[in-house]
């Protein structure tokens, strides 16, 4: 079976892919990075979930994201990580240009529909900011929670039956969560209103989304990528167009059998594979790690 023609973009945006954890559509993410050709691709935080990063999980379709990454790189695509609060210790490495590669906190995009202020969002994150123990251990219990997700989703197809997303139920439930996601997208909007950009794009809550938003001072086209591990969606972007909301379960073009490429990767040993993403960033490992 042959692949589609890749699609030409200028930006695209994916964010919270949260590589080495068992929430991470890591598979579903190589077939979507195949099927496009971005001039410049934004890696909008939360990439590699280092805060919850094992040497005994890190399966072969997660180096294969990282390894296509770097082919794009080495192609001509300009990639811009941005870093989160998952992958904060990159946070050190910001100004680093590696190649096509750089590393950065935020960045601004001239493009012709408007200027576009990217970032993650996660200085917006109260808990972030001032409990950290406290989103460490929410974001193991979230972890958890996807991992019962995906059981019980195993159970639903093998009765016939539609998914169901646990976590996304939960935080529609909370109102608690409903206002912080509300109270977050204020923020940024404000923020980028008064700083004169016309776009404003985030990450970090898992919520994506395109809309306007309005302040006494003016208007601002908010948007957020989403994420890898609930909604498995991306912000594209093209002169002709303008800013679009993908979403993977909506490209019929990708709901097909896997190709044979896709299973011919044995899942290796996790510590071969923690090797190989080392190598891949020129880090090793001393052999008692």
């Known amino acids: 079976m042959s692949r589609p023609k890749k699609r030409r973009l200028d930006v695209a945006v994916i964010s919270d892919v949260h590589l080495g954890t068992y929430g991470c559509h890591a598979r579903e993410l190589l077939r979507y990075l195949k099927s496009i050709k ?6 909008n935080g939360d990439i590699v979930d280092i805060w919850q990063f094992s040497k005994s ?14 082919g794009l790189a080495a192609k001509g695509t300009r990639i811009h990580y941005l870093t ?20 950065e906190n935020k960045l601004v995009l001239d493009l012709p529909h408007g200027r ?3 970032f993650h969002g996660d200085v917006f994150d109260v808990t972030m900011r001032h409990s950290r123990w406290l989103a460490k251990l929410g974001a193991e219990g979230y ?3 996807i991992l019962l997700n995906r059981l019980v989703n195993w159970g639903l197809q093998k009765l016939g039956r539609p998914r169901v997303q646990l976590s996304k139920a939960v935080k529609d439930r909370v109102k608690s969560a409903v206002s912080l996601v509300s109270d977050f997208e204020q923020t940024a909007a404000t923020i ?15 919520c994506p989304d395109i809309r306007p938003i309005s302040t ?26 303008g800013w679009r909301l993908y979403r993977y379960a909506d490209d019929a073009a990708l709901q097909t059998p896997e190709l044979p490429e896709e299973t011919e990767a044995a899942e290796a040993p996790s510590s071969a ?12 490992r001393s052999p008692n790690s």
Not at 38 to 43: K, N, Y
Not at 57 to 70: G, N
Not at 217 to 222: D, L, N, R, W
Request: glycine content about 8%; overall charge negative.
């Open 143 to 145: 972890d958890l929670l």
């Open 192 to 206: 980028a209103i008064d700083e004169g950009y016309a776009f404003v794009a985030c990450g970090h809550i898992h």
């Open 116 to 118: 576009t202020w990217l």
């Open 84 to 103: 989160g609060n998952h992958d904060e210790l990159l946070r050190r490495f910001a100004g680093t240009r590696l190649g096509a590669l750089s590393i």
């Open 57 to 70: 999980y890190w399966p072969a379709a997660h180096m294969q994201v990282v390894r296509h990454l770097a």
């Open 216 to 241: 006494p001072k003016g208007q601002v086209t908010y948007l957020n990528s989403g994420d890898w591990v609930e909604n498995l969606t991306a912000l594209e972007y093209t002169a002709e167009a």
């Open 38 to 43: 971005p001039r410049v691709l934004v890696l």
């Open 273 to 284: 594979l923690l090797d190989e993403l080392l190598a891949e960033f020129r880090i090793h």
